[in-house]
T-cell receptor
Framework: AQSVTQLGSHVSVSEGALVLLRCNYS??????LFWYVQYPNQGLQLLLK??????LVKGINGFEAEFKKSETSFHLTKPSAHMSDAAEYFC?????????????FGGGTRLMVKP | NAGVTQTPKFRILKIGQSMTLQCTQD?????MYWYRQDPGMGLKLIYY???????DKGEVPNGYNVSRSTTEDFPLRLELAAPSQTSVYFC??????????????FGPGTRLTVL
Protein backbone atom coordinates (compact mmCIF):
# COMPACT_ATOMS: atom_id res chain seq x y z
CA ALA A 1 0.00 0.00 0.00
CA GLN A 2 1.19 3.48 -0.77
CA SER A 3 1.39 6.24 1.77
CA VAL A 4 2.25 9.93 1.90
CA THR A 5 3.70 11.86 4.82
CA GLN A 6 3.69 15.62 4.98
CA LEU A 7 6.00 16.92 7.67
CA GLY A 8 4.50 19.88 9.48
CA SER A 9 0.75 20.38 9.57
CA HIS A 10 1.30 24.13 9.82
CA VAL A 11 4.05 26.23 8.25
CA SER A 12 4.39 29.97 8.74
CA VAL A 13 6.61 32.20 6.59
CA SER A 14 7.02 35.91 6.08
CA GLU A 15 5.98 37.51 2.84
CA GLY A 16 8.93 37.32 0.44
CA ALA A 17 10.55 34.37 2.21
CA LEU A 18 11.21 30.94 0.80
CA VAL A 19 8.37 28.44 0.99
CA LEU A 20 9.32 24.79 1.60
CA LEU A 21 6.60 22.18 2.14
CA ARG A 22 7.81 18.65 2.68
CA CYS A 23 6.38 15.45 1.25
CA ASN A 24 7.70 11.92 1.52
CA TYR A 25 6.05 8.92 -0.05
CA SER A 26 6.29 5.17 0.07
CA UNK A 27 5.71 3.15 -3.05
CA UNK A 28 6.99 -0.13 -4.38
CA UNK A 29 7.14 1.19 -7.94
CA UNK A 30 8.04 4.58 -9.41
CA UNK A 31 5.02 6.70 -8.57
CA UNK A 32 3.13 9.56 -10.05
CA LEU A 33 3.09 12.43 -7.54
CA PHE A 34 0.86 15.45 -7.22
CA TRP A 35 0.58 18.68 -5.26
CA TYR A 36 -2.87 20.17 -4.83
CA VAL A 37 -3.79 23.49 -3.20
CA GLN A 38 -7.01 24.24 -1.36
CA TYR A 39 -7.99 27.84 -0.74
CA PRO A 40 -10.48 28.53 2.06
CA ASN A 41 -13.94 27.12 1.40
CA GLN A 42 -12.96 25.82 -2.02
CA GLY A 43 -12.18 22.49 -3.63
CA LEU A 44 -8.70 21.26 -4.47
CA GLN A 45 -6.90 22.42 -7.58
CA LEU A 46 -3.78 20.98 -9.14
CA LEU A 47 -0.51 22.87 -8.60
CA LEU A 48 1.79 20.43 -10.39
CA LYS A 49 2.44 16.76 -11.01
CA UNK A 50 5.37 14.43 -11.62
CA UNK A 51 4.80 11.79 -14.28
CA UNK A 52 8.33 10.36 -14.74
CA UNK A 53 9.59 12.96 -17.18
CA UNK A 54 11.77 15.76 -15.75
CA UNK A 55 12.49 15.42 -12.04
CA LEU A 56 12.08 19.17 -11.49
CA VAL A 57 8.47 20.04 -12.10
CA LYS A 58 7.20 23.59 -12.48
CA GLY A 59 3.64 24.43 -11.60
CA ILE A 60 1.31 27.35 -11.39
CA ASN A 61 1.82 30.48 -9.29
CA GLY A 62 5.63 30.09 -9.21
CA PHE A 63 5.68 26.78 -7.35
CA GLU A 64 7.96 23.90 -8.25
CA ALA A 65 8.80 20.49 -6.83
CA GLU A 66 11.70 18.11 -7.24
CA PHE A 67 11.31 14.35 -7.36
CA LYS A 68 14.18 12.65 -5.50
CA LYS A 69 13.93 8.90 -5.78
CA SER A 70 16.82 8.23 -3.37
CA GLU A 71 15.09 10.25 -0.67
CA THR A 72 11.53 9.23 -1.66
CA SER A 73 10.65 12.91 -1.50
CA PHE A 74 8.69 15.42 -3.54
CA HIS A 75 9.08 18.70 -1.66
CA LEU A 76 7.25 21.81 -2.84
CA THR A 77 9.08 25.15 -3.00
CA LYS A 78 8.50 28.73 -3.99
CA PRO A 79 11.32 31.31 -3.83
CA SER A 80 9.23 34.19 -2.52
CA ALA A 81 5.96 33.82 -0.64
CA HIS A 82 3.00 36.04 -1.39
CA MET A 83 0.04 36.71 0.85
CA SER A 84 -2.18 34.99 -1.70
CA ASP A 85 -0.28 31.72 -1.18
CA ALA A 86 -1.94 31.23 2.20
CA ALA A 87 -3.85 27.96 1.77
CA GLU A 88 -3.71 24.28 2.56
CA TYR A 89 -1.44 22.13 0.43
CA PHE A 90 -1.81 18.41 -0.17
CA CYS A 91 0.71 15.97 -1.57
CA UNK A 92 -0.71 12.85 -3.20
CA UNK A 93 0.55 9.66 -4.86
CA UNK A 94 -1.25 7.75 -7.56
CA UNK A 95 -2.25 4.14 -7.15
CA UNK A 96 -0.60 2.54 -10.14
CA UNK A 97 -1.74 -0.94 -9.23
CA UNK A 98 -5.43 -0.21 -9.13
CA UNK A 99 -8.00 0.24 -11.84
CA UNK A 100 -9.31 3.58 -10.77
CA UNK A 101 -6.41 6.04 -10.85
CA UNK A 102 -6.91 6.47 -7.14
CA UNK A 103 -4.96 9.03 -5.16
CA UNK A 104 -3.58 8.61 -1.67
CA PHE A 105 -3.30 11.97 0.08
CA GLY A 106 -1.07 13.22 2.82
CA GLY A 107 -2.57 14.95 5.82
CA GLY A 108 -2.04 18.41 4.40
CA THR A 109 0.08 21.43 5.37
CA ARG A 110 -1.54 24.75 6.13
CA LEU A 111 0.67 27.59 4.92
CA MET A 112 0.38 30.93 6.67
CA VAL A 113 2.04 34.02 5.23
CA LYS A 114 2.85 36.91 7.56
CA PRO A 115 3.04 40.47 6.23
CA ASN B 1 -17.86 24.68 -18.89
CA ALA B 2 -18.73 24.47 -15.19
CA GLY B 3 -16.38 21.56 -14.37
CA VAL B 4 -17.50 19.60 -11.30
CA THR B 5 -20.51 20.92 -9.40
CA GLN B 6 -21.84 19.73 -6.05
CA THR B 7 -25.06 20.39 -4.19
CA PRO B 8 -25.86 21.30 -1.51
CA LYS B 9 -23.00 23.44 -0.19
CA PHE B 10 -24.02 22.96 3.43
CA ARG B 11 -26.36 20.61 5.24
CA ILE B 12 -27.24 19.76 8.81
CA LEU B 13 -28.74 16.33 9.44
CA LYS B 14 -30.16 14.71 12.51
CA ILE B 15 -28.88 11.29 13.56
CA GLY B 16 -30.67 8.59 11.58
CA GLN B 17 -31.76 10.82 8.71
CA SER B 18 -30.76 10.11 5.12
CA MET B 19 -29.67 12.35 2.29
CA THR B 20 -28.10 12.35 -1.14
CA LEU B 21 -25.15 14.50 -2.10
CA GLN B 22 -25.27 15.41 -5.76
CA CYS B 23 -22.27 15.59 -8.09
CA THR B 24 -22.27 16.47 -11.78
CA GLN B 25 -19.42 16.98 -14.22
CA ASP B 26 -19.62 18.37 -17.75
CA UNK B 27 -16.17 17.33 -18.98
CA UNK B 28 -17.25 13.91 -20.28
CA UNK B 29 -14.90 12.22 -17.81
CA UNK B 30 -15.21 8.50 -17.31
CA UNK B 31 -13.74 8.39 -13.81
CA MET B 32 -15.48 9.92 -10.81
CA TYR B 33 -14.67 9.85 -7.09
CA TRP B 34 -16.09 10.72 -3.71
CA TYR B 35 -13.76 11.77 -0.89
CA ARG B 36 -14.30 12.92 2.64
CA GLN B 37 -11.99 15.41 4.30
CA ASP B 38 -11.53 15.43 8.05
CA PRO B 39 -9.25 17.95 9.81
CA GLY B 40 -5.60 16.89 9.72
CA MET B 41 -6.43 13.66 7.92
CA GLY B 42 -6.19 14.64 4.28
CA LEU B 43 -8.76 13.18 1.93
CA LYS B 44 -10.02 9.62 2.15
CA LEU B 45 -11.62 7.88 -0.82
CA ILE B 46 -15.17 6.66 -0.19
CA TYR B 47 -16.24 5.27 -3.58
CA TYR B 48 -15.18 5.62 -7.17
CA UNK B 49 -16.56 4.83 -10.60
CA UNK B 50 -14.73 4.01 -13.83
CA UNK B 51 -17.77 4.55 -16.02
CA UNK B 52 -21.55 4.49 -16.14
CA UNK B 53 -22.87 1.44 -14.34
CA UNK B 54 -19.56 0.57 -12.66
CA UNK B 55 -18.71 1.53 -9.08
CA ASP B 56 -16.30 0.24 -6.46
CA LYS B 57 -15.42 0.83 -2.84
CA GLY B 58 -12.59 3.01 -1.70
CA GLU B 59 -10.90 3.18 1.67
CA VAL B 60 -13.89 4.26 3.82
CA PRO B 61 -17.17 3.07 2.19
CA ASN B 62 -19.15 2.05 5.29
CA GLY B 63 -22.36 4.01 5.72
CA TYR B 64 -22.45 5.23 2.12
CA ASN B 65 -23.82 4.10 -1.22
CA VAL B 66 -23.34 5.33 -4.77
CA SER B 67 -24.79 4.84 -8.22
CA ARG B 68 -23.64 5.89 -11.68
CA SER B 69 -26.45 5.75 -14.21
CA THR B 70 -24.98 8.42 -16.50
CA THR B 71 -21.49 9.65 -17.34
CA GLU B 72 -22.27 13.07 -15.85
CA ASP B 73 -23.77 12.21 -12.45
CA PHE B 74 -22.37 10.40 -9.44
CA PRO B 75 -24.61 10.85 -6.36
CA LEU B 76 -23.52 9.76 -2.89
CA ARG B 77 -26.20 8.43 -0.55
CA LEU B 78 -25.96 8.53 3.23
CA GLU B 79 -28.32 6.17 4.99
CA LEU B 80 -28.92 6.49 8.74
CA ALA B 81 -26.59 9.44 9.29
CA ALA B 82 -24.20 9.25 12.25
CA PRO B 83 -22.06 11.94 13.93
CA SER B 84 -18.96 10.19 12.54
CA GLN B 85 -20.11 11.23 9.07
CA THR B 86 -19.70 14.91 9.92
CA SER B 87 -17.15 15.98 7.32
CA VAL B 88 -16.55 17.87 4.12
CA TYR B 89 -17.31 15.79 1.05
CA PHE B 90 -15.61 16.32 -2.28
CA CYS B 91 -16.49 14.89 -5.64
CA UNK B 92 -13.82 14.65 -8.34
CA UNK B 93 -13.46 13.43 -11.89
CA UNK B 94 -10.68 12.49 -14.29
CA UNK B 95 -10.62 11.69 -17.97
CA UNK B 96 -9.11 8.26 -18.19
CA UNK B 97 -7.41 6.82 -15.15
CA UNK B 98 -5.53 3.59 -15.43
CA UNK B 99 -2.27 5.32 -16.30
CA UNK B 100 -2.25 6.98 -12.91
CA UNK B 101 -1.09 10.31 -14.29
CA UNK B 102 -4.44 11.91 -14.97
CA UNK B 103 -5.35 15.05 -13.08
CA UNK B 104 -8.41 14.83 -10.87
CA UNK B 105 -10.70 17.87 -10.96
CA PHE B 106 -12.52 18.65 -7.74
CA GLY B 107 -15.86 20.19 -6.95
CA PRO B 108 -16.27 22.90 -4.29
CA GLY B 109 -17.39 20.46 -1.60
CA THR B 110 -20.40 19.85 0.65
CA ARG B 111 -20.03 20.57 4.35
CA LEU B 112 -22.18 18.11 6.29
CA THR B 113 -22.89 18.21 10.01
CA VAL B 114 -24.74 15.37 11.76
CA LEU B 115 -26.19 16.25 15.16
Amino acid sequence: AQSVTQLGSHVSVSEGALVLLRCNYSSSVPPYLFWYVQYPNQGLQLLLKYTSAATLVKGINGFEAEFKKSETSFHLTKPSAHMSDAAEYFCAVSDLGGAGNMLTFGGGTRLMVKP
Amino acid sequence: NAGVTQTPKFRILKIGQSMTLQCTQDMNHNYMYWYRQDPGMGLKLIYYSVGAGITDKGEVPNGYNVSRSTTEDFPLRLELAAPSQTSVYFCASSSRGGSGADTQYFGPGTRLTVL
